[in-house]
């Protein structure tokens, strides 16, 4: 069971690009997930966060400019990035506080905490 973050690459400012974040194996659900980046040199900040629910929130540097989204039928979560600056450039993490799985005997198991792998986002002209 883990976390695959997909979508990131190399873009000019003023575009677009979408994140994905793919919960494999015998998942059953998450909890909240989170979209974090990390630039070259700086800590590690929560960009997005998306309840069970479906409600968000946003770091007050991206708001407006992205959305995360989640489709629970995919075990999968987005983060769609508009209007994309320098200052973006980072590898995004996503993360969920809660992953929830079955077992080979079948019985829902649970990870806390766990993280994909990173993709690279690089703005730049």
């Known amino acids: 069971v883990q976390l695959q973050a997909s979508g990131g690459g190399l873009v000019q400012p003023g575009e677009s690009l979408s994140l994905s974040c793919a919960a494999s194996?015998?998942?059953?659900?998450?909890?909240?997930m989170n979209w974090y980046r990390q630039a070259p040199g700086k800590q590690r900040e929560l960009v997005a966060t998306?309840?069970?629910?479906?409600?968000?929130n946003y770091a007050d540097s991206v708001r407006g400019r992205f959305t995360i989204s989640r489709d629970n039928t995919k075990n999968t979560v987005y983060l769609q990035m508009n209007s994309l600056k320098p200052e973006d450039t980072a590898v995004y993490y996503c993360n969920t506080d809660r992953l929830f799985y079955r077992d080979s005997y079948n019985f829902r198991r649970r990870v806390d905490d766990a993280w994909g792998q990173g993709t690279q986002v690089t703005v730049s002209s």
């Open positions: 998306i309840t069970g629910g479906g409600s968000t």
């Open positions: 194996g015998s998942v059953d659900g998450f909890n909240i």
